[in-house]
């Protein structure tokens, strides 16, 4: 699955040459065009702390020398993919009767949409949409239009983007992570995703090559108990609303355990429970998205 038919990126300039990713836990990074060098540099505690609203980068000189250390200047002008946290913007699937063809209307509508569900300001934030094509279910006429969209605060996107830029990096593609990742699937039927980082849990259902549900969640634990009062919920509401049951569930972010609650959630809920996988590594807690993207554009 191309990530491009899904969602435009938050802001796309020229192919980067870079491509990095963030997370609380540390910075994935690689050179575009040997995508077999991607690697993980973890933090120590506290540098980053992902919020929709706060500052995100807390040690921003930190930030800086790892991205000096793993990615030495030049001395020319670099472009990069960079890769947020989940937690850090907001992901939501908007249905419409009808969806106007002027961009500047587009935009306006999403906005309008979006303003009563963000904890942040729509009106200068960052916004990104896609409509794509609705899951069908039987028996149901619905909304007309299907919009995937994408919001961020202006004021923390500059937070992530201002360390690269010290670094000689133009930052001209952002997106997150979960929607990075979607790359790496081949979805047919019902499928999700379930990323785990940290302490948020981010699930995405997917009908086809449409994004039918969007969830990003803060834990109050990460034992399975947890992310499974999430997921029952979520199963239940696919059952009702598109009439089904998932065929294969994707995991990401779990760790050496990854297999033993594969086989747990096989069990329980009957469908096919995989981690997720790439050419280029292992997709694990901070490396899903960049190893997503590297596969998108690879």
């Not at 809920?269 to 998108?296: D, H, M």
Request: with cysteine.
């Amino acid at each position: 699955m191309s990530l491009s038919d899904l969602l435009p990126t938050l802001l796309n300039d020229p192919p980067p040459t870079h491509a990095f990713e963030l997370s609380e836990d540390g910075i994935a990074f690689a050179p575009v065009s040997q995508p077999a060098l991607a690697r993980f540099q973890p933090f120590e505690p506290g540098v980053l702390l992902v919020s929709p609203v706060h500052d995100n980068i807390q040690q921003p000189q930190v930030l800086l020398d790892h991205i000096h250390s793993i990615a030495p200047g030049n001395g020319r002008k670099r472009r990069a993919a960079v890769i947020l946290p989940d937690y850090c913007a907001r992901v939501a699937v908007l249905d419409f009767d009808t969806f106007p063809t002027n961009p500047d209307e587009q935009q306006a509508l999403v906005r309008f949409r979006l303003k009563k569900s963000v904890p942040f300001e729509v009106e200068t934030a960052v916004v990104s949409y896609a409509p794509q094509p609705r899951p069908s279910v039987s028996g149901e006429a619905g909304a007309a239009i299907n919009v995937l969209a994408a919001v961020i605060s202006f004021d923390v996107v500059q937070q992530y983007e201002a360390p690269f830029r010290a670094a000689g990096f133009h930052p001209g593609l952002v997106t997150t992570s979960s929607l990075a990742a979607l790359n790496l699937l081949a979805p047919t039927g019902i499928t999700l995703l379930v990323q785990l980082s940290g302490r948020v849990l981010s699930v995405l259902v997917l009908q086809g090559d449409a994004v039918h549900l969007a969830r990003c969640v803060e834990l109050e634990g990460v034992e399975l108990e947890d992310i499974e009062s999430v997921l029952h919920p979520t199963i239940a509401y696919i059952e009702d609303e598109l009439k089904g049951r998932p065929g294969q569930i994707w995991l990401a972010g779990f760790g050496p355990n990854v297999n033993d609650v594969a086989a747990r959630w096989q069990k329980e809920w009957g469908v096919s429970v995989q981690p997720l996988r790439s050419r280029f590594g292992n997709p694990g807690n901070g490396t899903a998205g960049l190893l997503g993207y590297l596969e998108s554009v690879a």
